[in-house]
Antibody
Framework: EVQLVESGGGVVQPGGSLRLSCIAS????????MHWVRQAPGKGLEWVSL????????YYADSAKGRITVSRDNSKNSLYLQMDSLRAEDTALYYC???????????????WGQGTLVTVSS | QSVLTQPPSVSGAPGQGVTISCTGS?????????VHWYRQLPGTAPKLLIY???NRPSGVPDRFSGSKSGTSASLAITGLQAEDEADYYC???????????FGGGTKVTVL
């Protein structure tokens, strides 16, 4: 059974930093790219970042570029999201999700964790 | 403002059907990139509902179906049940943004 368990959320002041973690199990972690997706309270889903299977390639939403860094440790089946210079608008539930890519045109998120809540407030 | 546009809400009586639209542009749904749909029950994480335009993961009933044409896609739910009350999101890839994109979500209410 695929399981994704996020942790590391909490309350942080504007301008502060936080590191989120996601531990994966039930599949061969280094065979899949991984996403971070966030959801502000009462709002929709917003894609944040993707990291390739080997960790060498990363993609970011414009809202995350320059402040957020995704990384992974395949030896620990773990995914990370380092968030710096946090703003009130970063307040959200952060989900990690497993990527499925088939060919060049099929790319979706087939399993999601339960999320970890980040609150940016003074 | 989401890259993919969905109606905020749709509703239908039990047993009826509803359709949720997802409108994009030439850099996402107008390409060969496929559309996928997720369902989010209240207080839970999103779950994959339809992948690659019209494919259902194991366990998803055939009451759910998807389609894509041009720069639009749609999700159809037939035989509405109370348990279908949820938020539904479409998702694709945008090659202009080099980003995975979601619709703003549609809340389905069973009257």
């Amino acid at each position: 059974e695929v399981q994704l368990v996020e942790s590391g959320g909490g309350v942080v002041q504007p301008g502060g930093s936080l590191r989120l973690s996601c531990i994966a199990s039930g599949f061969t972690f280094d065979d899949y790219a991984m996403h971070w997706v966030r959801q502000a309270p009462g709002k929709g889903l917003e894609w944040v970042s993707l990291i390739s299977r080997d960790g060498h390639t990363t993609y970011y939403a414009d809202s995350a570029k320059g402040r957020i860094t995704v990384s992974r440790d395949n030896s620990k089946n773990s995914l990370y999201l380092q968030m710096d210079s946090l703003r009130a608008e970063d307040t959200a539930l952060y989900y990690c999700a497993k990527d499925v890519r088939v060919g060049l045109t099929t790319d979706y998120l087939d399993y999601w964790g339960q999320g970890t809540l980040v609150t940016v407030s003074s | 403002q989401s890259v993919l546009t969905q109606p905020p809400s749709v509703s239908g009586a039990p047993g009826q059907g509803v359709t949720i639209s997802c409108t994009g542009s030439s850099s996402n749904l107008g390409t060969t990139y496929e559309v996928h749909w997720y369902r989010q029950l209240p207080g839970t994480a999103p779950k994959l509902l339809i992948y690659a335009n019209n494919n259902r993961p194991s366990g998803v009933p055939d009451r759910f179906s998807g389609s894509k044409s041009g720069t639009s896609a749609s999700l159809a739910i037939t035989g509405l049940q109370a348990e279908d009350e949820a938020d539904y999101y479409c998702q694709s890839y945008d090659n202009s943004l080099s980003a995975w994109v979601f619709g703003g979500g549609t809340k389905v209410t069973v009257l």
